[in-house]
């Protein structure tokens, strides 16, 4: 089954979004947020972290190119699909804006869904890409995480980040003690098992409801396991 990706659709014309929306609906690898304007679609991307946003460049508040500045400066930083009028200038322009593709209507819907989803393969290699971790949102690039409802930001170590990192890409499949301790800190003789379990047990205090109760970061025979 392939993964949920939440996708913004940011266009002024509710019909056109609607349509926008009802094209992807069927692919159950999305979840749809809409948003009529720039600053709508600010505000929600800051508060739910999507995977790419869908942004029409005719917008009430102000012109596309500029929302995509905008965004940018306000550290959004998925994937932006522009989408406008077909003509290399707008297309140049939304670039230069941020966007990280430009796609002129009318298109194909077929088209634009292949383009979303090789922006979101390249993204999610990123170190830019966010994690979402139950509650809480895992910035790794940043070493931070951030809990969207309270606005609470808690920085993590290197080393607990690289862990977070590592235990992510494995899946939700166990990662033995050994490997993780050769993929975090390497070759060194003088770092055991027990370092990676005073970590993991400070990690927990940050990342858990009850760390006493762990339901993200579980410990199984032989090693580790993230719930994604």
Not at 91 to 111: E, K, M, Q
């Amino acid at each position: 089954m392939r993964p949920v990706h939440q996708i913004l659709i940011v266009d002024a014309d509710a019909t056109q979004r609607r349509a926008l929306a009802q094209s992807l609906a069927p692919y159950h690898e999305f979840a749809l947020a809409e948003a009529g304007s720039a600053h709508e679609a600010l505000a929600l991307a800051q508060r739910s972290f999507p995977d790419a946003i869908l942004l029409d460049m005719a917008l009430p508040d102000m012109d596309g190119r500029e929302a995509c500045r905008m965004f940018r400066r306000e550290r959004v930083l998925c994937p932006i699909v522009a989408l406008g009028p077909s003509g290399d200038s707008e297309t140049i322009l939304a670039l230069d804006a941020g966007a990280n593709d430009y796609v002129a209507r009318p298109f194909r819907s077929n088209v634009l869904l292949a383009r979303l989803r090789a922006h979101l393969r390249q993204h999610q290699q990123s170190e830019s890409a966010p994690i979402m971790l139950d509650h809480l949102v895992f910035q790794r690039g940043a070493k931070l995480l951030i809990d969207p409802r309270s606005g609470r930001k808690i920085r993590l170590t290197e080393k607990e980040a690289a862990i977070i990192r590592y235990l992510h890409r494995a899946g939700g499949n166990l990662v033995r003690r050994e490997t993780l301790l050769a993929e975090v800190w390497g070759y060194n003789a003088a770092v055991s098992t027990h370092t990676i379990e005073t970590h993991v047990y400070r990690l927990r205090r940050k990342i858990e409801r009850d760390p006493a109760r762990a339901e993200l970061l579980l410990t199984e025979i032989g090693g580790y396991r993230l719930v994604c």
